[in-house]
């Protein structure tokens, strides 16, 4: 069974950098769709970046759009979201899924993706 395992995450103070690192174990995620999401408390989950299956295609919201880098390995399972320039308002927990087949994974909703972590804590102070 896939388990996506996020870590990296971590207390830093405005203007810094941090890498979040997602690790897929029990299944191949190579021939999928990653994506990044984040979730603050009481609210939704909420779309952060995507990639495709061999890295050619990214996609990021529009609040992270140039200081966050979405990228991968597939040949180490893994996925990386580079975040840069982090704002208090970029405090969240961040999870790591597997797009589902079939989806339309590149326009970011939630559902499209899966097999979700256990969410690595970012915290950015002002």
């Known amino acids: 069974q896939l388990q996506l395992v996020e870590s990296g995450g971590g207390l830093v103070q405005a203007g810094e950098s941090l890498t979040l690192t997602c690790v897929a174990s029990?299944?191949?995620?190579?021939?999928?769709?990653m994506g990044w999401f984040r979730q603050r408390p009481g609210e939704e989950r909420e779309f952060v970046a995507a990639i495709s299956y061999r890295g050619g295609g990214a996609y990021y919201a529009d609040a992270v759009k140039g200081r966050f880098t979405i990228s991968r390995d597939n040949a180490k399972s893994t996925v990386y979201l580079q975040m840069n320039n982090l704002k208090p308002e970029d405090t969240a927990v961040y999870y790591c899924?597997?797009?589902?087949?079939?989806?339309?994974?590149?326009?970011?909703?939630?559902?499209?993706?899966?097999?979700w972590g256990q969410g690595t804590q970012v915290t950015v102070s002002s």
């Open positions: 899924g597997k797009d589902r087949p079939g989806s339309s994974w590149y326009e970011g909703s939630p559902m499209a993706f899966g097999s």
């Open positions: 029990g299944g191949d995620v190579s021939n999928f769709a």
